[in-house]
């Protein structure tokens, strides 16, 4: 068995128990709560970085970040289930995955900046910064949906998505028309994503 130290509102850990779910792995991978603000917590170990999520196999071997692990699970699944091994495809659904992650990235580090930094600390140009990178990146994916077959790309979408409902309400939904049917399809085609909404 293997462990996924993640938590429920997680978008990347999120995103590997659907990758999961997608290459029939998910009876072999056990979910064990991290709680990344406690500096006890043993993630602090498995992932010098603290971040969420970390594969532990079975020997101990550590594998992280999401990116990493998804690739980790399409290779157990035979390869060309979650990653296209055809080059072109491939590096297009990397491109992808790697803007939607981007898009999860900078969500989170506005939620961490309400948390996190005093209110008068709080740099509005920064902010701006980072809200201007998911506008940027909900944008570009209005225009071309990720069409095809359900990969990393795919997954990592309905993950940043799914956190921007979580967090900022689901607002994107009205200046995206395209994307909310997007995610709506995505959602009933891949029954993963309703059962790990936090
Ligand atoms: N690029 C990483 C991002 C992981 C990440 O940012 N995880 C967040 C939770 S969703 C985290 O652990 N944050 C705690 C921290 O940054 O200390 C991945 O794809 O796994």
Redesign the pocket.
């Known amino acids: 068995m293997m462990m996924l130290r993640s938590?429920p509102a997680?978008?990347?850990?999120r995103k590997v128990l659907i990758a999961a779910a997608l290459a029939g792995l998910a009876g072999r991978i056990q979910t064990v709560a991290a709680d990344?603000s406690d500096p006890a917590d043993t993630i602090r170990q498995q992932n010098p970085?603290?971040?969420?999520?970390a594969l532990i196999l079975a020997d101990g071997t550590v594998y992280?970040?999401?990116?990493v692990i998804v690739e980790y699970l399409d290779h157990l699944a035979g390869g060309d289930v979650l990653i296209p091994t055809e080059s072109e495809a491939r590096f297009r659904a990397l491109t992808l995955a790697a803007l939607a992650?981007g898009i999860a990235?900078a969500a989170?580090l506005l939620v961490y900046e309400e948390r996190l930094r005093d209110a008068a600390k709080r740099d509005p140009k920064w902010v701006a910064l980072q809200d201007e990178k998911i506008q940027r990146g909900l944008q570009a994916f209005e225009k071309t949906l990720p069409a095809g077959r359900r990969d990393i790309a795919h997954i990592g979408l309905a993950c940043a998505l799914g956190y921007l409902d979580l967090r900022f309400k689901g607002t994107w939904r009205g200046d995206h028309p395209h994307l909310t049917q997007w995610l709506e399809a995505f959602a009933a085609e891949v029954p993963a994503f309703e059962a790990t909404r936090a």
């Open positions: 938590s997680s978008p990347f850990g990344t970085l603290g971040k969420i999520p992280f970040d999401s990116r992650d990235d989170l």
